[in-house]
């Protein structure tokens, strides 16, 4: 099967501005054949962490809400709380960052719901049993909206190669405890010389999994289940994730998620991805390293596969830019940019392993919309 792709490119006029350019993008997905009236919808969205600069900008976000409003739908904008520690590991923090980058209602239109609550406890087990996990562990209130619009920045990522629409959606959506488990194999640890002892994690885990018999916090890992709330609480960053470094593995599992997230939504879903100011890493990190290539347009889908691959491929056809943390050897246009910068990731086994397990089509049309008259 192969699934349409609709782009735009970043050309606007005195007759179209990109936010009117957005709106006619969405549209060609038709979406008012999924937004009914007083359906709410959930735009997933990453607000960026504190001292990144590449999210996509809050009021080009507003031409999408205004869009689902006008066809009656409740639009909220949505993100769930992080699994490391920085500005957004709790729904304080993280609506204080958001708002900080600008994404307050004035801008958007929309109001701002953490999905997973005040500390990121707030879930839906949703059932998987695939290689991968058993149960995913999917944020509340995205679970809970009747329908989604996933708006990601494409960007580079040290575990994916890249991030679009799957992972934005896979890990992004997932609560603390799906975050770890996506990352991790193992239970968070704490680092001795850093725990002064206080006993706040003790009477956050609720299942007994931490003792203090040597005045100093201990994890049993035969107890723990995982669900990571202990490592928000620790006021002095002592405890932390075991991350696993096997990307495969985790690709796999992200996937999963993605699977899970879109589970009950059925057809209410529409993918836009932003391929512009796409810097190396992920907007997670505290800061944008400069574009690997020029800005080129914005894509959307029905599909997200099809869309990941539609991007990352637009991307790798470019010429890479000199200067960016590209190498010489893949500043060609149709070299690999993607693995040049995280030669251990195999990037197309998270969207060959997404066509396996019925996410979309690797196979993609990508159509781009015409220009408006005027603009040669
Ligand atoms: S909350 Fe942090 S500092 Fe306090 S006992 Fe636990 S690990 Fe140690
Ligand atoms: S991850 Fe959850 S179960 Fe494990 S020690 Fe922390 S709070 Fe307890």
């Known amino acids: 099967m192969t699934s349409k792709v609709f782009g735009i490119s970043l050309r606007t006029h005195f007759r179209e501005n990109l ?46 809400v205004d869009e689902l409003k006008e066809l009656g739908g409740k639009p909220f904008l949505t993100d769930a709380n992080t699994l490391y520690v920085g500005g957004r590991i709790n729904a304080v923090d993280h609506l204080e960052t958001a708002v900080m980058h600008g994404f307050g209602y ?27 996990v058993k149960k995913a562990y999917i944020s509340a209130d995205f679970n809970a909206a009747d329908g989604a619009v996933i708006l990601s920045h494409l960007k580079g990522h040290e575990l994916t190669g890249f991030g679009g629409a799957l992972k934005n959606l896979g890990m992004g959506a997932a609560s603390r405890r799906g975050k770890l488990d996506q990352h991790s194999d193992l239970s968070p640890q704490v680092t001795s010389k850093k725990c002064v002892g206080c006993g706040r994690c003790v009477k956050q885990c609720a299942h007994q999994a931490i003792d203090m018999a040597k005045k100093k916090a201990h994890i049993d890992p035969a107890k723990c289940v995982g669900c990571a709330n202990c490592i928000p609480i620790c006021p002095q960053e002592a405890i932390a994730v075991s991350w696993n470094g096997d ?25 836009v991805n ?58 060609a246009p149709g070299a690999d940019k993607w693995t040049a910068l995280h030669p251990d990731c195999q990037w197309r086994f998270q969207l060959e392993y997404a066509e396996k397990i019925g996410l979309g089509s690797c196979k993609y049309e990508l159509v781009w919309l015409p220009e408006v008259a005027g603009i040669k």
Request: aromatic residues 6%.
């Open 19 to 64: 936010g009117q350019k957005l709106r006619r993008l969405l549209q060609a997905l038709e979406p008012e054949k999924v937004v009914k009236p007083k359906s709410i919808w959930a735009i997933k969205i990453h607000f960026g962490e504190r001292g990144n600069h590449t999210f996509i900008r809050p009021h080009l976000v507003r031409s999408f």
């Open 274 to 331: 932003f391929v512009n100011g796409v810097s190396p890493l992920c907007d997670c990190v505290n800061h944008s390293d400069a574009p690997i290539v020029a800005d080129l347009g914005v894509l959307a889908s029905r599909d997200p596969v099809a869309l990941d691959m539609a991007s990352a491929e637009l991307v790798n056809q470019a010429p890479g830019l000199s200067g960016s943390a590209l190498p010489e050897s893949a500043l």
């Open 247 to 271: 990307a495969p593995r985790f690709m796999k599992k992200m996937i999963e998620y993605s699977k899970a997230a879109v589970a009950g939504k059925g057809e209410n879903l529409l993918y």
């Open 106 to 132: 004035e801008v958007t239109g929309a109001p701002l719901i953490i999905s997973d609550g005040l500390r990121g406890a707030g879930e839906a087990a949703i059932d998987v049993n695939r290689g991968g």
